[in-house]
């Protein structure tokens, strides 16, 4: 390339820089931009890194905080560590996690049910009243079960095919129906004795185990397995999740809404017969008062396990961690001697906390997808 020259007004020739090195000499910042690339790169990076951790341990906020009560627990009371006192934990969780995986059914499809605690109470005097009447242990376990199918099955039919705008309506009315219909078959009174399966169902221990461990735990055992492996392996429990998750999307699939609906509402009725049976067979009695307030302690369980109320998203484990959370807390306050009044206060802030820990968690998945996506 040849310099470009000029010449003044003076005639003296001057000899201009080439174009090439005029631009780097007027603007000698404009290097390539490739640090900055490699470094907004790097702060994505760890920035999907730590979205991703906090994720993690959101999601591991339940087991997180039922291991802190224990270890506060047995810290604080040298008697709540015990095999006896575990026991005794168990035992008194059972109804609340079999109560919380039928309401947890429910929850999946953005429903919800009240009637389960006056469901067991009517199911524990059904029961009561047919063992008196026939003396047969079968029969009074499949009236107990029959009686929770009934219900549920009203609750399913009246809000699907009533075209009620939501169950919470229907549930409520059987929640009283329910409720009063144990008091008037029982005249307000318990009705004592029960067949020898319910009350080795509901109080009894696996000696050949451990004579500290309920039956009932096992029991609870057995129903979490064969739900969770109905909603993860059987098409129509995938369909329960489909139906809470998106709604439309699942009647544009040629997915029988209306069904799928009714049957949870069943199951949730089952569960609560079955809840019953534990509570008759611990106390030997089936009574109208059984299961008051029940339904708050399932629906805190499930809610205390991350379920979402908008549907499709919960899992069984993490309603038996709510249902065992609600349990340790009651015990250990009980061990040390709290007033039942701070209990209920206790609770309820678990109960805030978790709530605002599920919005937290959804915030952050959708940040962490959109992050994800523009690393991408």
């Not at 005639?11 to 470094?39: F, H």
């Not at 959101?58 to 047995?74: A, D």
């Not at 611990?282 to 307030?293: I, K, M, Q, V």
């Not at 708050?296 to 065992?324: E, M, P, Q, Y």
Request: charged share 10%; with cysteine.
């Amino acid at each position: 390339m040849h310099d470009i020259q000029t010449t003044d007004e003076s005639g003296e020739s001057n000899v201009e820089v080439p174009r090439a090195e005029q631009q780097q000499t007027a603007d000698p910042g404009s290097a390539a931009p490739v640090g900055p690339t490699a470094r907004d790169n790097e702060v994505s990076v760890t920035k999907l890194r730590l979205v991703g951790a906090l994720l993690v341990l959101l999601k591991l906020g339940p087991v997180l905080i039922l291991l802190v009560l224990v270890l506060v627990m047995s810290s604080l009371s040298p008697v709540f560590a015990t095999s006896q006192n575990l026991g005794n934990v168990l035992s008194q969780s059972a109804v609340i996690a079999i109560l919380a995986i039928g309401q947890l059914l429910v929850i999946l499809t953005r429903g919800i049910d009240l009637s389960v605690g006056s469901t067991l109470a009517l199911s524990s005097v059904v029961g009561a009243t047919v063992f008196g009447s026939t003396g047969g242990g079968a029969l009074t376990v499949a009236a107990m079960l029959g009686t929770g199918a009934a219900v549920g099955l009203v609750n399913g039919v009246v809000y699907v095919y009533g075209k009620l705008p939501h169950p919470f309506i229907i549930t409520l009315a059987t929640l009283s129906i329910a409720r009063g219909l144990a008091l008037g078959i029982s005249d307000g009174q318990p009705i004592r004795n029960m067949p020898g399966i319910v009350t080795d169902i509901g109080g009894g221990s696996a000696t050949w185990i451990a004579s500290w461990l309920p039956n009932s735990a096992f029991l609870v055992a057995l129903v979490a397995i064969m739900v969770s492996v109905f909603l993860s392996r059987v098409v129509w429990g995938r369909w329960i999740y489909a139906v809470g998750g998106n709604p439309e999307g699942a009647r544009s699939l040629g997915i029988p809404r209306s069904a799928v609906l009714v049957s949870v509402y069943v199951c949730s009725g089952v569960l609560a017969g079955v809840a019953a049976i534990v509570t008759s067979g611990r106390l030997n009695a089936g009574s109208p008062t059984f299961g008051d307030l029940a339904e708050l302690d399932a629906i805190a369980a499930v809610v205390i396990g991350g379920a979402s109320f908008l549907g499709g998203r919960g899992f069984v484990s993490h309603a038996l961690i709510g249902a065992l959370m609600i349990g340790v807390i009651r015990n250990g306050m009980n061990l040390l001697n709290i007033e039942a009044y701070l209990q209920l206060i206790v609770i309820g802030v678990v109960i805030v906390l978790a709530v605002e820990s599920d919005v937290v968690r959804g915030r952050l998945e959708n940040r962490f997808r959109v992050m994800k996506g523009a690393a991408a």
